[in-house]
């Protein structure tokens, strides 16, 4: 019931049988394709209303309430808004990196989304080393932040995306460690084999206190990754203006801002696939009644209540917490992240040669 | 004016902070020189927002004078007020009704605590910390509504003549703010619990921008900025005006010198002004709420001069005046101004996003460092 799968398999046997194999595939990849995109225009405009409600709520009041029912069409209405705008480009910018930057980190953002499970059997690209191929392209955003920084002839933008790349470089070794203590665990580097692997619980329950920590270093590494705060130093809002995206206006801007929320949901739906199952229901070990009542609830929606419960806790942090300095963030990071993951690393390992786990 | 410079010499980079940023909370011009992100000199630009205020005065009558002074610093415009009727009276040797006196007292500290709630609020935005603000201004909204009933408008009071106040208290005055000071004792756990315990934000905040006793004392640094350092210089303690010798308080003093003392004497501030409220509240006097005056005020020739506490330092008002309607000439000594001096001094080292928590700290408004 509900499946996601059954109308893909719908879809691919009414292309198999109406074109021929090349022009059928093509046509795949196209919806595919139109599929991300309309994913990303969908997430961008959800997630920034979420977070325009759930910061309202933090701070005593309503929050956007005035288009369309109950607000909703502000996200909407506020895109517009900057499509019409004029994108400027400031004198001394170099043009080209200028331009380019915004797609840079845009492309990077949505190539991540092929490999995410986000039901059960629907997946756009189950590669084999899915987990490796998720931690070396999102750091392809980084390129794009210095472009930015470094084209906009800025003081603020350079001073606000040298500190994005000190950051994100120094995060993701830890988020790529804690990633790593789970692949130990389940043996495989494919995302449909890690979700497979939590068919009798989750790794969070599975794993003891070493997957708790993975957990929570790699949900502090993501939040530095994508910039937020407490880690948004190459923001600033108050030091650097708007740190690396002061000079962009208009759809350029926007493309930013859709990259920023795209980034979260990414990082937020790969937490869930390693450390919360993924699409996978939660089941507890044997107990055949309770995981068939389980079963009933779609895999989709499992996918994303994990997904958005994980996104919720990280806006939680944005309004809650005051900013890193950058001293601070680095030393958070080579002197206490990196020597515990690494030393966690050692546990899981431990673990999984003894067969400790579940 | 000023010649467009990139980098120094020696390869610094020199930014202009300000006039438009959000974190000068107002047209502040500083231009920085760093080295990597350190901090090797401050150098404050003013004149933005320059209204010649003390040569306006000159051009007013001693009744008109005062409701100047209320743009200046905007967040206690009440007690700038309160400054320079302090020092018109000085000059006509006119006794205040005890009923006005008292509520003079009440309002200062109801713009004291309204002033420290921008600030807190202000300082949580100034270290990324956005929901702060929207708390502080939730209690803020109150006492506006306790002034707009009593004093007519929000913000800039203009509620103190020579002589007492202009009108007497609203009949809800009593109620509401017996109310407030019940709905903000648990709040204040409430901010304690969003910055003050925040180890985050203590992390910013421990050790940063020290500004030692010798130096506060030299740079002329009044209010809590100097109390944070450890110099007891509270005005109403020292030089006590109206009823404050009276009043059971207690001058908060910090010894570290840090931003992060700076903050604690403001907060604890919060509850030393609370409990004024509470001494006085249910002890109003009866009787006339402004003493007879002359239609026209005409200080006699002589010099004076009246200073107070607002809260962000001492606040002076020196009037010379040759015996006319209106002051020959007028100096305000403004608290902002010296602190503001303070700031190269102590932010030197320091990382520039130190320099915006530090001036959060020193808890400007760039109206009073400027007139």
Same mark, same amino acid.
């Given at each position: 019931?509900w499946s996601?799968?059954s ?13 021929n194999?090349t022009? =059928?595939?093509? !046509?795949q990849?196209? $919806?595919?394709?139109l &599929? %991300?995109?309309?994913l ?6 959800? #997630? ?18 005035r ?9 909407? =209405?506020?895109? !517009?808004?900057l499509? $019409?705008?004029?994108? &400027? %480009?400031p004198?001394?910018a ?5 331009? #380019? ?7 990077s953002a ?24 998720v ?6 955003? %980084? ?5 930015a920084?470094w084209?906009?002839n800025?003081?603020?933008?350079l001073l ?26 389940v043996g495989s ?11 009798d619980g ?8 070493p ?7 790699f949900?502090?590494a ?10 948004d ?15 962009y ?8 801002f859709?990259a ?6 990414i ?5 869930a696939?390693?450390?919360?199952g993924g ?5 507890i ?25 994980l ?19 680095l030393?958070l ?9 690494m030393?966690?690393v ?8 003894m067969?400790w786990?579940? | 004016?000023?010649?467009e ?8 980079l ?12 107002g047209?502040?011009?500083?231009i920085i020189?760093?080295r990597?992100?350190?901090i090797m000199?401050?150098e ?6 320059h ?10 009558t ?15 415009s ?5 400054g ?5 009276e000085?000059?006509?040797?006119l006794?205040?009704?005890p009923?006005?006196q ?19 609020g ?7 910390a ?6 502080a201004f ?6 506006n509504v ?5 004093c ?10 020579p ?7 609203h009949?809800?005055?009593?109620k ?14 409430e ?5 003050t315990?925040?180890s ?27 109390r ?12 006590p005006y109206?009823i404050y010798?009276?009043?059971?308080f207690?001058?908060?003093l910090?010894?570290?010198g840090?931003?992060?003392s ?7 501030e919060f ?11 249910d ?10 005056t ?6 006699p020739?002589?010099?004076f001069?009246s ?18 309607t209106n ?33 959060g700290?020193?808890d400007?408004?760039?109206p009073d460092?400027?007139r």
């Open positions: 019931m996601l799968s109308i893909t398999d719908i879809v691919q046997t009414w292309l198999g049988s109406t074109f194999p022009i =059928a595939l093509l !046509l990849f196209v $919806m595919a394709g &599929l %991300v995109i309309t990303f225009a969908v997430l961008g405009l959800v #997630l920034v209303f979420m977070e325009r409600k759930v910061s309202a709520y933090m701070q005593v009041r309503i929050g956007p309430n288009v369309g029912p109950r607000g909703y069409l502000q996200t909407a =209405a506020d895109t !517009l808004k499509l $019409m705008k004029e994108g &400027l %480009v004198a001394g170099d043009k080209f990196l200028f331009n #380019l930057a915004p797609y840079v980190v845009m492309i949505m190539l991540l989304m092929a490999p995410i499970a986000f039901a059960k059997d629907f997946q756009m690209w189950d590669l084999n080393i899915g987990v490796l191929y931690s070396s392209v999102s750091s392809i955003a %980084v390129i794009g932040i210095l472009m920084g084209s906009s800025n003081k603020y933008s606000g995306a040298m500190r994005s790349g000190a950051q994100i470089v120094s995060y993701e070794l830890s988020a790529g460690l804690s990633i790593i203590s789970i692949v130990i665990l580097l494919k995302i449909s084999d890690i979700i497979a692997s939590q068919q989750w790794w969070i329950f599975k794993g003891h206190i997957a708790i920590i993975a957990f929570v270093i949900l502090i993501v939040t530095a990754e994508t910039n937020r705060a407490p880690f130093l190459a923001e600033a809002e108050s030091e650097l203006t708007a740190g690396f995206h002061t000079e206006s208009g759809m350029r801007f926007a493309l930013f859709l920023e929320y795209a980034n979260i949901f990082v937020c739906a790969i937490g696939t390693l450390f919360l699409w996978m229901p939660f089941h070990g044997n107990l055949q009644a309770f995981n068939h009542i389980m079963d009933y609830i779609p895999s989709s929606i499992w996918f994303f209540g994990k997904t958005f419960f996104i919720f806790v990280i806006m939680w942090f944005r309004w809650t917490f005051p900013r890193l300095r950058i001293d601070q963030l030393n990071e080579w002197k206490y992240l990196l020597p515990i993951s030393f966690n050692l546990l899981v390992t431990i673990m999984a040669i067969k786990h579940f | 004016m000023f010649e410079v990139a980098t120094t010499e020696q390869g610094d020199v930014i202009n902070v300000g006039p438009q940023h959000p974190s000068t909370h047209v502040l011009h500083l020189t760093l990597g992100e350190t000199k401050i404050p630009h003013l004149g933005y927002i209204r010649s205020i003390e040569k306006m005065c000159e051009g007013l001693y009744r008109q004078f005062v409701y100047v002074t209320s743009k200046m610093d905007y967040l206690s009440h007690i700038n007020n309160h320079c009727v302090l020092c018109v000085k000059g006509l040797q006794e205040v009704t009923r006005a008292v509520i003079r007292v009440l309002m200062d500290e109801l713009t004291r605590i309204a002033s420290h709630c921008l600030w807190w202000a300082l949580g935005m100034d270290v990324g956005l929901t702060p603000f929207f708390h939730r209690e803020r909204e109150m006492i306790i002034m707009e009933e009593t007519g408008t929000r913000l800039t009071m203009n509620y103190m003549v002589g007492g106040v202009m009108a007497d208290l009949s809800n005055f009593q509401r703010v017996k109310q407030f000071i019940k709905d903000f004792k648990p709040k204040l756990i901010y304690d619990d969003l910055l315990n925040n985050i934000f203590i992390e910013r905040m421990k050790g940063v921008g020290i500004l030692s006793k010798d130096d506060a004392v030299s740079y002329g640094c009044t209010g809590p900025t100097a944070g350092s450890g110099v007891s210089c509270d005005i109403r303690k020292w030089y109206e010798d009276k009043l059971n207690e001058e908060v910090e010894t570290e840090d931003s992060y700076r903050y604690m004497v403001r907060v604890r509850r030393q002004s609370l409990s004024i409220l509470e001494q006085l509240i002890n109003i006097p009866e009787g006339d709420f402004q003493t007879k002359k239609a026209v005020l005409k200080l020739k002589g010099e001069y200073k107070v506490e607002t809260a962000r330092g001492e606040f002076g008002v020196y009037i010379v005046a040759e015996g006319a002051p020959y000439r007028i100096k305000f000594r403004s608290p902002g101004f010296s602190n503001l001096s303070a700031l190269d001094h102590i932010a030197r080292g320091q990382k520039i996003a130190d320099m915006i928590a530090i001036m700290s020193l400007f408004v760039i460092i400027d």
